[in-house]
């Protein structure tokens, strides 16, 4: 409907102007609670082992259980938004996240923490697509812009403080003080549904979605079994005998998944999608890069950690280039993406990461985080921009306008489903070297990127070191290939404007 100017009206939506702030408040607070928690635990995870005695796979679970849960029911959740009303299950995710927030700060054990992190997980799959969505539902189009740009850049200072903050809290009160990587939730999700119950109303449902709660189901139960598989249960790497059983059933259940999602009439992961080799080639380049971006900043931390002895202040300082270089650089990556097309960028982009994981395996015995390692987090913080906003686009453009809001929400999947699958696999792989090397004293009670209880005879530490650094240099050479290898699926899948097209279906 037009005014008598011939201008079209304001966009109605559910929220009255001056309770948008409030909308807004609450996304940027959710949102700093799911940031904290991923970029600060890979520095607490030294903590946490030595604090609660966990394993390496202890620790592996203690990440995957809540990227498990994530990853799986990413989609559900953001279909329940539209189901159930965006601003009600973005409360319950919220809630649901405090809730596991409190209960890992007090976690008195490995598994207690684990049982807590899957229940976070639950919370985040509710919370992570409600954040963006409710902004956009709330504010007008010609507002839109400006909404989601000051939650950007939030989120971005969460992504680039938490860690430096978060390390230096850990070097200073020691090693119990990682719970308070998870008590700072309680705050800070306490306020943000204030907001939403007191000051935002309720937005209408749409009562005729339907949840794929099977595909879930099944989903979930795959990628389970399959990191159960490769990580192992109760804290011990698995056995040959019980990797193939739950990596076989697992993989059954994945194409169970794939079967019942091909004839759902309302699937989370529409397939005919990836008959476009736009849409299929940008999912396989994101599983490849972010299943290496996940295994580096995982086991690198606790590499210089608990390996080196690095404190937790000066690792989170060698990873602050790679959020500052992101916020800085991404946008004009993406205007340059523009020009030339989002091919030759992420090939590129790919390529820098690719080049920086394989110094960091060449460098790794310096054992030196200034010279080892801060160089080439600065050139993964280079490639890394070249590659997130192009990717974006890519994503955005290979589907039809309508499918849009899909397309993003299956790239998020694929990304959180690569980084658990890293770091289940990743540990096996670690684990596996650092004994080969080890040799005859693998009899000593020494792991893989943790610190001995005891001081260690002079040949049983350099031979604790030396194995160390291999089983690093192992991941990040291994991690260079994958990301060398999404360079190549950008180049041969994705728009290029150079001259080179991207090739039919």
Same mark, same amino acid.
């Given at each position: 409907m037009n005014d008598s100017k011939g201008a079209a009206a304001p966009q109605a939506t559910f929220c009255p102007a001056h309770n948008r702030i409030y909308v807004l408040v609450a996304a940027i607070l959710a949102s700093s609670m799911g940031f904290i928690d991923g970029s600060v635990l890979s520095i607490a995870t030294p903590a946490i082992r030595s604090n609660l005695g966990a394993t390496l796979a202890d620790a592996q679970w203690i990440s995957n259980a809540y990227m498990l849960f994530l990853a799986s029911l990413l989609l559900i959740g953001g279909a329940a938004g539209d189901r159930f009303g965006l601003r009600n299950v973005f409360a319950i995710g919220i809630v649901l996240f405090v809730v596991a927030s409190l209960v890992s700060s007090l976690a008195p054990d490995p598994g207690f923490l684990i049982y807590a992190r899957s229940v976070q997980g639950v919370g985040a799959a509710m919370m992570v697509p409600g954040s963006l969505a409710i902004i956009a539902k709330a504010y007008p189009r010609e507002e839109r812009g400006k909404a989601i740009g000051l939650w950007s850049a939030f989120s971005s200072l969460t992504t680039i403080l938490g860690p430096v903050i978060g390390g230096f809290v850990l070097t200073v009160l020691g090693e119990?003080?990682?719970?308070?990587?998870f008590a700072i939730n309680l705050p800070l999700g306490g306020i943000a549904l204030a907001l939403l119950l007191l000051r935002v109303p309720a937005d209408k449902p749409e009562p005729g979605r339907r949840l794929d709660w099977i595909g879930g189901a099944l989903i979930t139960a795959a990628l389970l079994l399959i990191a159960l598989g490769l990580t192992g249960t109760g804290g011990?790497?698995?056995?040959?005998?019980?990797?193939?059983?739950?990596?076989?059933?697992?993989?059954?259940?994945?194409?169970?998944f794939l079967w019942w999602e091909a004839r759902s009439s309302a699937p989370m992961l529409p397939l005919h999608h990836f008959r476009r080799a736009a849409f299929s080639g940008a999912q396989g380049l994101t599983f490849a890069l972010y299943f290496a971006l996940a295994a580096i900043?995982?086991?690198?931390?606790?590499t210089m950690i608990g390996g080196w002895g690095v404190t937790a202040a000066e690792a989170s300082i060698v990873f602050l280039p790679l959020g500052i270089l992101l916020t800085l650089l991404s946008s004009y990556a993406g205007k340059l993406a523009d020009k030339v097309g989002p091919g030759p960028m992420i090939t590129a982009g790919s390529a820098i990461v690719a080049l920086a994981f394989a110094l960091m395996g060449l460098f790794a015995p310096l054992q030196d !985080?200034?010279?080892?390692?801060?160089?080439?987090?600065?050139?993964?913080?280079l490639g890394m921009s070249a590659v997130v906003s192009p990717l974006s686009t890519a994503v955005m453009t290979s589907v039809e306008d309508r499918d849009t809001g899909l397309a993003s929400g299956v790239n998020n999947a694929v990304a959180r489903v690569a980084g658990l699958l890293a770091v289940a696999l990743?540990?096996?792989?670690?684990?596996?070297?650092?004994?080969r090397v080890l040799g005859g004293f693998a009899e000593l009670p020494i792991f893989f990127g943790?610190?001995?209880?005891?001081?260690? !005879?002079a040949d049983a530490e350099a031979a604790r070191l030396a194995a160390n650094n291999a089983a690093f240099a192992v991941i990040a050479y291994a991690n260079a290939a994958l990301a060398l290898l999404s360079a190549v699926i950008a180049w041969f899948t994705q728009e290029n404007k150079l001259g080179r097209r991207r090739r039919p279906a």
């Open positions: 119990w003080s990682w719970r308070l990587v011990n790497a698995p056995l040959p005998s019980q990797m193939l059983l739950y990596c076989g059933a697992g993989l059954i259940a994945l194409l169970a900043s995982f086991f690198l931390p606790m !985080p200034w010279l080892g390692v801060l160089p080439f987090t600065i050139l993964m913080g990743m540990g096996g792989v670690a684990a596996f070297v650092f004994e943790m610190r001995p209880d005891q001081p260690l !005879p």
